[in-house]
Structures are given as C-alpha cells and as structure tokens.
C-alpha cells in the first residue's frame, strides 16, 4: 500500500518528505525496524519538515486503550453485528490514514452509512474533531468537476462533508482520479489555474449510496462503507454526544487510531 510523499508540508521548506503526524510534543513518524516490522516514533519538531499545521495536544504512547468512551460508543453502534471486531479494525485503519496521509496511496474515500440517529453523525464529528481547521476541508463529491470547488482541498488532509446528494450526480472519473490522488488543475476565484495533488481522505456520512452513471469496479471499490444498522432510541439521543467525547478522550483516541498505521504498513 506505499508511503506517501508529502502531508500539508510546504516544498520550499522540506529536506526529505516524510508520513508524519505533527503533534504538539513531536512528530510521530513510522520507523521500519531491522527485522521489516513498522513502529512508531515520536521525533523532536524539525523546522525542515515544513508542516503547516500542528494537532494542538500531545502523542501518548500507549494511551489509546484508555478511550474507553469512544470504545463503548462503538460498542453501542456496532456490538450486535456479527462483523464488528473488522467494523472496528477497519475504521482504526482509516483513521490511521487520514491523519498520517495516506487516503490517496490507499485509493479509499469512507462512507459511513445506514439511517438517521445511528451515530454515523457522531463518528464524523469525533474524526473532525481530531484535525485542526487548516487540514480539512468539506467539498462533497458531486461538486469535484466544479471549477472552483476542488481548490478547497489543496494542503488539506481531511474533507468531510455530510449527505451525499440524492439527486446530483457524481462524475465517476474525476471521483477516481481525486480519491487516488492524481495530479488535477484547480483555481480560486479571480486567481490563476494552478495544479496539484489532492492529499486529504474524504469522509460521508449518508442515508443513501452514492448517485453516479459509473458502474465500474474501479468507482465501486474506492469505498470503504462502514454501516451504521442500529437507531438510538429519541430518548437515548445526545446530539452532542461526539463532541463529549473527544473533550474528554481526544489524545486517547488519537492514540488509538495511529496504532492502526502499524497494521496498514505491514500488510
């Protein structure tokens, strides 16, 4: 699945490209270690790097298994799936991605879908509250053959956008060619064209699939689904439920995600 070359780095300042996620006490990068196996290395700031963000609180190491709000919000999701240890692995994995980089070197948009009041809102919310402001971006498919829209990505790691039109259509090409980071030209408004490569993951979350005229295997297989089966009874509703609870575990869950990145480079 590849490394990626660049994450929200600005090119005139980077010495050597680097997957990594800059935190407020380190850049956490992974190492590949003498026997081939991947672990994850929290390195001082470099100025060389050139990132233009910084996540702001700290990499804990071994912090991940304290997430115990965000585990049990899963739980409440997804405990009665019969697939629900690969639902979660598999949104570890996708996290992972985000943050280090690497959705277009895995060629992976994210939708998570099922009907209103499930908790896919809330997952959305929890992984966009894990990015600062300047990585992300909510362009919604349907809009990427805009003239100005696609722009918005450029040097962002995350687009989130919520439901995905039931009546646009999305253009199966330039979906597959944004998802998989092509090279693409774009413009701002009274600017000049310009050209880049989209770096960002995209995250939907939607009632509905995808509306497109592309019934290729090449469109169908740039999802990763995660379905949200199980409504939460109004009674039990807490809209600002994602928001709690990162306030209280943000640096355990982004602990938690990151050990993904270990399983993504070694399969």
Not at 155 to 178: H, P, V, W, Y
């Amino acid at each position: 699945r590849g490394r990626l070359d660049c994450l929200v780095q600005a090119p005139e300042l980077i010495d050597e490209p680097v997957n990594a996620i800059n935190f407020a006490n380190g850049v956490l990068m992974p190492q590949q270690g003498a026997a081939g196996d991947t672990k994850l290395i929290l390195m001082p700031h470099k100025p060389a790097y050139g990132f233009t963000y910084t996540l702001p609180f700290r990499y804990l190491e071994g912090e991940g298994r304290n997430a115990t709000r965000f585990f049990k919000f899963l739980e409440d999701c997804w405990g009665s799936d019969y697939d629900y240890h690969e639902k979660v692995a598999a949104l570890q994995e996708v996290m992972a991605a985000t943050l280090f980089g690497l959705g277009p070197k895995l060629e992976r948009a994210v939708l998570l879908f099922g009907p209103p009041a499930t908790g896919k809102s809330q997952m959305l919310a929890i992984m966009s509250a894990l990015v600062p402001e300047s990585a992300k971006c909510a362009c919604p498919p349907e809009n990427w053959s805009d003239k100005f829209m696609p722009a918005t990505m450029h040097g962002k790691i995350f687009n989130a956008c919520g439901e995905l039109s039931n009546r646009k259509l999305i253009d199966g090409q330039m979906f597959k060619t944004i998802v998989s980071g092509e090279e693409i030209p774009a413009q701002h408004k009274n600017r000049p064209i310009f050209r880049f490569k989209p770096i960002c993951t995209h995250w939907f979350a939607s009632n509905h699939t995808p509306k497109t005229d592309d019934s290729s295997a090449a469109f169908n297989r740039r999802w990763v689904i995660l379905n949200f089966p199980t409504q939460v009874p109004e009674h039990k509703r807490d809209p600002g439920l994602g928001a709690k609870i990162v306030a209280e575990e943000r640096e355990a869950i982004i602990a938690w995600a990151a050990e993904g990145l270990v399983r993504l480079l070694s399969e």
